[in-house]
């Protein structure tokens, strides 16, 4: 089964929020690592931030889907996007 993709985007420098992120990425990272991909888009020159209509550090897309904007989400809400994106 194809790995389901994780865009995080955060700021530079990390916000609290972006901080929390990232902790919970690498968490979810050796959970399921051969269920998910990760990358990190760090700043608004990056233009993937436009690509997804980004305005808002941190935010998430699982799959192909803007999921979570402004906020790091809780483990749950994250395992829950991933499996609604296709992971088993």
Excluded: Y
């Excluded at 790995?3 to 990390?14: G, L």
């Excluded at 929390?20 to 931030?49: M, Y």
């Excluded at 935010?59 to 402004?70: E, H, M, N, Q």
């Amino acid at each position: 089964m194809p790995k389901v993709r994780v865009e995080a985007f955060v700021s530079i420098p990390p916000c609290s929020g972006g901080v929390a992120l990232k902790r919970l990425l690498r968490e979810i990272e050796s959970d399921f690592e051969d269920q998910v991909e990760i990358v990190f888009h760090t700043g608004p020159d990056d233009e993937e931030w436009e690509e997804h209509a980004i305005n808002n550090a941190p935010a998430l897309v699982v799959g192909d889907l803007v999921k979570f904007v402004g906020l790091a989400p809780s483990k749950a809400s994250l395992v829950g996007a991933l499996r609604e994106a296709g992971m088993e």
